[in-house]
């Protein structure tokens, strides 16, 4: 009697690693990561030297926000719905009012912040700044707010409306250091 051939019980694994590295390779290149985004701020560029620029004190729009998120503006208290109209008043004063700007050129908005400031009342106070700069520079050009959000920079004409109206209306935003206000006496 002759043996019989038995079946071998093992399983070819052999393939198994190559299907493995493919499939990572598969989601390695499909799989998109995420990343944040922060705030576009333009940083000024480094001075050589340190210059102290002295401005009058009539041309700085004070903005004070505490560790609770509570803004002071000018040191009195004021609620984020009315900032963006009294930025506009300061900015447009044009010397009319011995406690305000004496040009738009002139303005200057000093935003100072407590450590302990929430980002979403920093950025809040940042679009209201933002959003009364391109109000004011819209009502310069005559058109209104999304007509002058959607002005096509990529075009002579879109070009050149947006640098006269920036030129009118300088964005000139302070961001101070943040510190403890609560702990400066």
Known sequence: MG???RQSSEVNAGSMADIAF???IFFLVTTTIASDKGIYVQLPPKPEDQVDVKLNERNIFNILINS???????ENPMEISIL???VKK???NNGRDPKSSE?????VV???TDRGTSYEMYITVVDELKTAYNELRAEYLGITLEEFNNLDRKTEEGEEMYDRAREAF???VSDAEPTDISKVQ
Not at 68 to 74: A, F, G, I, P, S
Not at 103 to 107: F, Q, V, Y
């Open 22 to 24: 493919l499939l990572l």
């Open 3 to 5: 043996r019989s051939k």
């Open 68 to 74: 609770k998120d509570m803004m002071l503006v000018e």
């Open 103 to 107: 040009s738009p050129d002139k303005a």
């Open 110 to 112: 000093s935003l100072k």
């Open 84 to 86: 963006k109209e009294e």
């Open 170 to 172: 300088p964005y000139q």
């Open 90 to 92: 300061f900015v447009t």
